[in-house]
């Protein structure tokens, strides 16, 4: 079969893949702490066998790109007031930590709240860490410092744990603003500060998405025009050429 046609259908196939990447950044471009993902393509060689043994055309015509996965944008989304004391923000690089069913995960989605047996949680009620456990929040106002330092009317409730990942490390979304890193990779966050009152928006930025959606769109379209004309090719050597062969 004509190498142009595995080419066009692998390209759609991981067009159709980034398009899902983009649209999900779209849909979450309002979402408190969501760290857009970009894509990440590889190139493969479709020849099992020896590539070595192929020419320089050979080994050009059957290399075709791959979508490999994602990775995540961890630049800095914006720091927006709002007055409530419960509401968290991190300037730099950490993330909080939070104890689910599952196992810890990390989050930049600050916005907490008390559950009625006093301890620190998210909006999907899982506990937020501190650094010896689980937080109970003291009753009177509640002051935050930039280190993490919970207290109230005075009283030290806790200190919110706060980490970061070496360069390199490699974190995954597990869902609701959540994110898992391969185990003990989380170090103490030695750049970071903790904001009380703000919340950090997407760092999604949504001009640069629509224009990449489009871009994808396009390049979708044009691949399903060429596997079509290969298709339509393919019939007509099916129908008209092979039965002259004898």
């Known amino acids: 079969m004509d190498s142009g046609y595995y080419a066009a259908c692998t390209a759609m196939v991981t067009r159709t893949q980034a398009l899902d990447t983009i649209a999900n950044n779209l849909a979450n471009a309002s979402t408190i702490g969501y760290r857009s993902e970009h894509n990440v393509f590889r190139s493969v060689l479709a020849d099992a066998g020896d590539a070595s043994s192929e020419s320089v055309l050979d080994q050009t015509v059957n290399t075709y790109g791959i979508m490999s996965g994602t990775t995540l944008d961890q630049s800095q989304g914006a720091l927006q007031k709002t007055g409530n004391d419960l509401d968290l923000a991190i300037q730099g690089s950490g993330y909080f930590v939070v104890q689910t069913s599952s196992g810890p995960v990390y989050t930049r989605n600050g916005a907490f709240q008390v559950s009625s047996h006093g301890q620190l949680i998210t909006a999907a009620g899982d506990a937020v860490m501190g650094d010896t456990g689980e937080i109970s929040i003291l009753s009177g106002k509640v002051s935050i410092s930039s280190d993490g330092t919970i207290s109230s009317n005075g009283a030290v409730s806790g200190k919110l744990k706060v980490v970061d990942f070496p360069e390199g490390t490699e974190l995954t979304s597990v869902g ?52 079509s004309m290969f298709s339509s090719e393919m019939d007509k050597t099916a129908t008209q050429d092979l039965p002259k062969v004898s």
Not at 207 to 221: D, P
């Open 176 to 227: 609701s603003t959540y994110y898992s890193a391969p185990a003990n990779t989380d170090i103490p966050a030695t750049n970071s500060n903790v904001r009380q009152g703000m919340l950090e928006s997407s760092n999604v930025n949504p001009i640069t998405a629509m224009v990449e959606l489009v871009n994808a769109q396009r390049s979708t379209e044009m691949m399903q025009r060429a596997l």
